[in-house]
Structures are given as structure tokens and as C-alpha cells.
């Protein structure tokens, strides 16, 4: 159970080194801008710097400090090159924060080699391994994504409601591929239907036709494909159409890309998957401010960035502190009841009732409510290919 190192009194009385009117606070960014899912991060980026500008252009956040933003490559598939970029976040740029990491293993590599050891909070907005709900934190690690372990139930009854009884699943070979693999096939199996085949594959490879005439051989006639859109799922996918293997992918959050739609989607009609998502007011609200800051992609993760910036800015405002030390105990303070309720756009509303003395329960664009262990619950959009395109047929 995750618990405060401190009281967010005591550490409000304690900090010395609160910023001033004026200061400038650095926060890192850590996301794949090179890498399997580069087409996403871009998107997921902007997002988390839009509430950062929110919170800047009140003036209200800690008494008239501004944000900056800094921006580093996980490489999303590396633990080497994301362990040197959180490092250099650290010690060279001394930022306060970081949001990120943002694939499952380089998240892994960054709280345990860097952020953790020295003390500085994560909080990513798409890490999804069941695994992380584990990690030993000290209370330091946060995702406002939901675990895997629940998108490979959701995801295996969406595939039972459809009268699919029988799949292959490849999945990438890292924490992220093996941990929804292992989370759908368990929760397929237990609602009766059966894997015929399970099959890793590797990222960065030019051609896919081996592993997709093992797959094709199986028998199966539905492949779920746990990979990556800009990657080894997306070769992988291009393999099956060319050589006729298959043509309905079952998908999850990691290949739901508007790269993949604009490569392959006329070949892949009703292919289908799971990304997390609702359709909340509060969601439309945020599209609508995405849309006019010039975010204007479809992929996953926009919200969660935007609200894992956002629940930082007021740990910050609640902890009267931008001390590494004073934020962690104050991120639940304000991600969940009691409080009042905080959506997309009302962070000037916000920072005034934490300046007041009173509470806010941030519920922003995902619908925010944290587990004990600091990881959000999680509602996820059924999506299909019609017409090209990804299209969300319901919320679960």
C-alpha cells in the first residue's frame, strides 16, 4: 500500500526552498520520439505542455512561476538511452518532475536507476505493464494509465461478444508485449475460448513473413496483434496482408495509430482493439482544447499526458513547493475525493481553491481516480477500422 513519506504539512513547513515569484520551475518530459511509436508521442507531448501553459498563464501557480517544459528521448525500447535521458533531466537541467516514461521496460529502467534513487517523482501517462503495480517506489511512481491486467479482460470479452472462439497472438518481446499477452490469453481462456498459438516477435526487423506463416499455420483465422504501430506490429500486420494470412487484427492500445489506418486500413475492415478512453463530457472538452492548441491526432494517451501534467501542477500548488521531496505526498491529496471536482481547462479554478486552503478532486480528462498503489482504474474505448479509419463503438 502505497503511503506519504511525510505529511503534505509537515513538508510545506519544512520546504525552504519554495519557488518565488517569478522562479521558473523545470519539468522533464520522457517519451519516445524516436522509435516504435514516434507517430504517438509527438501528440502526447503537446498535451502534457498544454496544462503547463494552462497553469503558467494564470499567474496563480505558485505565486507567478512559470513551467518549462523539457523534452527528452526514451527511445521507448531502450533502458540505456532513457536511463541517460532521465539522468541528464536530473542532474543537468534539475528538473523537478518528470512525466514519463512512457513504454512499460524504459519506465521500469527510469524509476528504478534514477528516479527513485534519487528521489524525484514519475508520473507516466502510458506505461500499462501489470508489473509497475508492483515495483518498489518509496510512493514515487504514478500512472494515470490503467494496468494491462485490466485491458486484457476488457479486451477478452469484446473478442467473445464478437463469436471468436479461436486466435493466434504475437506480442513484441519486451514487458509491455509479454504482460497484455499474458493478461488476454488468461482472461480469454477462463470465458472458453482457446489460444492455438502464442508467439513472440522482435522489433526492427525488415521482413515478417516467417512469423507470419507460423501464425497462418496455427489454423487461426483472428490474430491479436500486442505490438507496436510504428514497429515490429505494424510489419507484422503488412506481412499478413500480403501474403492473405489474415485480414481482421484484433489490437490493442500500443498499435491503435492513425499510421497504421493511413498504410493499411482499406485491407483491414473490422479489425478491432482496445485503446484507454471515454466519451465524457470532460473528454470532449479536452478535444476541443487540444484541437485549438493545433493537437489534432487521434492516437491515445493525449488525455492521460495532459493529465498527468495536470495532477503534477497541483501536487505542486498543494505542497507550496516545487522541492522534489514536498510533491509526492500531495499528488493523491489532489487526484482524489475529497475536494471539488476539476476538468479539463479549470486549472485556474484549481490553483485559486489550493491557494485558498481548500481541496480538489482532479477528475480532468480521463476521469481520474486513483488505486492505492497510485495507478488509475481505467476505462477503455472499443474502437474498429470502418470507412479507413479507427471508430469508437463504446466505453467500457
Do not use: W
Not at 513504454?103 to 502510458?126: E, Q, R, Y
Not at 494470412?245 to 473490422?270: K, R, V
Not at 493529465?307 to 498543494?318: E, I, R
Request: glycine share 12%.
Amino acid at each position: 500500500m502505497r503511503k506519504p513519506l511525510l505529511t503534505t504539512a509537515v513538508l510545506y513547513a519544512l520546504a525552504t526552498s519554495a519557488a518565488q515569484a517569478g522562479d521558473t520551475v523545470k519539468v522533464g518530459i520522457v517519451f519516445g520520439f524516436t522509435g516504435p511509436i514516434e507517430s504517438l508521442t509527438p501528440d502526447m507531448a503537446a498535451a502534457a505542455e498544454l496544462a503547463f501553459k494552462e497553469a503558467s498563464d494564470t499567474g496563480l501557480f505558485l505565486d507567478g512561476t512559470t513551467i518549462e517544459p523539457i523534452r527528452a528521448d526514451s527511445s521507448c525500447v531502450d533502458a540505456a538511452v532513457a536511463t541517460a535521458a532521465a539522468e541528464r533531466l536530473i542532474t543537468a537541467d534539475g528538473v523537478a518532475a518528470i512525466i514519463g516514461a512512457d513504454c512499460s521496460g524504459v519506465t521500469t529502467a527510469v524509476a528504478n536507476n534514477v528516479a527513485v534513487p534519487k528521489g524525484v517523482l514519475l508520473i507516466s501517462p502510458s506505461a500499462t505493464s501489470p508489473a509497475l503495480s508492483d515495483i518498489t517506489d518509496n510512493g514515487l511512481f504514478f500512472r494515470t494509465a490503467p494496468s494491462d491486467a485490466r485491458q486484457g479482460q476488457v479486451l477478452a470479452e469484446i473478442v467473445k461478444e464478437r463469436g471468436i472462439d479461436t486466435i493466434a497472438i504475437t506480442y513484441t518481446n519486451n514487458d509491455y508485449g509479454r504482460g497484455l499477452s499474458d493478461s488476454f490469453s488468461s482472461a480469454f481462456e477462463a470465458l472458453g475460448g482457446s489460444v492455438v498459438m502464442t508467439a513472440s516477435h522482435e522489433d526492427g526487423r525488415a521482413d515478417y513473413s516467417a512469423e507470419v506463416g507460423a501464425l497462418s499455420a496455427s489454423g487461426a483465422e483472428h490474430l491479436a496483434v500486442f505490438g507496436y504501430v510504428d514497429q515490429g506490429g505494424k510489419g507484422i500486420i503488412e506481412a499478413s496482408i500480403d501474403a492473405g494470412a489474415f485480414d481482421t487484427f484484433i489490437l490493442a492500445d500500443g498499435m491503435i495509430g492513425e499510421s497504421l489506418t493511413e498504410a493499411f486500413g482499406a485491407d483491414m475492415p473490422g479489425s478491432f482493439g482496445t485503446l484507454p478512453g471515454s466519451d465524457s463530457p470532460a473528454r470532449a472538452t479536452f478535444e476541443e482544447m487540444a484541437k485549438a492548441a493545433g493537437i489534432i491526432g487521434s492516437g491515445p494517451y493525449r488525455g492521460e499526458s495532459y493529465d498527468a501534467a495536470a495532477l503534477l501542477v497541483l501536487a505542486m500548488q498543494k505542497a507550496g513547493s516545487a522541492e522534489r521531496s514536498a510533491i509526492q505526498p500531495a499528488v493523491m491529496d489532489v487526484a482524489n475525493a475529497p475536494g471539488e471536482k476539476i476538468f479539463p481547462g479549470e486549472l485556474e479554478k484549481a490553483l485559486t481553491i489550493i491557494a485558498e486552503g481548500g481541496d480538489v478532486d482532479y477528475v480532468g480528462a480521463t476521469d481520474v481516480e486513483f488505486t492505492e498503489v497510485g495507478e488509475a482504474a481505467g476505462a477503455y474505448k472499443e474502437v474498429e477500422v470502418k470507412d479507413g479509419a479507427f471508430a469508437t463503438l463504446s466505453v467500457r
